[in-house]
């Protein structure tokens, strides 16, 4: 039986992206409504867009995929919150610190979608749409800050992207934990989660650069 829908006026040719980002924006607002991806079915996504199930694996080979193409669409406006925490931050140890505080209070605010993201394992060698659109992002802004400081002997030369990944998985860890647990004791704002970072970072320049830890 045909799933039952809202009548959709007979979309005029060349008109697939156009329906492709009504699909992930009517997915993306299940997906916050509901709480979670295992409550976002394709037949309700078809029902809000006004479409029939097939009509959505025309663009989209299946739910995760589409789950993939919201998340990845939700997580290309974090470029610019990246840009912002970087602005007229001169102090390579206060940037590197706001930057992961951005990057955490994106996670917290819009944790229903981070939660997705990060929940769903990808092959090695074989990186998702999300992981795309993070490694164009977080990963450069980070890249860039790391890749600095080793220039100017704040941390040990060597490759950034090890040292970038020490820094990613400690605000993701933060972020984590701070959303699957909000019961436990955190604080006020992010207070303690700034306070871990710093510890990360001024430990990371004690150890392997010349310059004095971050005060």
Known sequence: MADPVEPRP???????????????????????????????????????????????????????????????????????????????????????????LAYIRFAIDNDVVYRTAFGRITEPGRPSKTDEVLLSSAFVYFSDTVQQMMA????????????????????????????????LPWGDGLELAEQTLRAVADGMGRRGGSGPPHA
């Not at 490759?159 to 647990?181: D, E, F, Q, R, Y």
């Open 10 to 100: 007979r979309s005029p040719r060349g008109s697939g992206d156009q329906l492709a980002d009504e699909i992930i924006d009517a997915t993306t607002e299940l997906l916050i409504s509901l709480g979670s991806a295992e409550a976002v079915s394709i037949r309700a996504v078809a029902q809000r867009v006004g479409v029939t199930s097939p009509s959505i694996y025309r663009h989209f080979e299946d739910k995760e995929e589409l789950l993939d193409a919201v998340c990845a669409h939700y997580f290309e406006r974090f470029a610019d919150v990246m840009k912002q925490a970087s602005e007229g931050v001169d102090d390579l140890w206060d940037r590197v610190l706001a930057q992961g």
């Open 152 to 183: 100017q002997g704040m941390l040990k030369p060597g490759n950034p992207v090890t040292t970038v990944m020490k820094l990613w998985s400690a605000a993701h860890g933060v972020a984590s934990l701070m959303i699957s647990k909000p019961g």
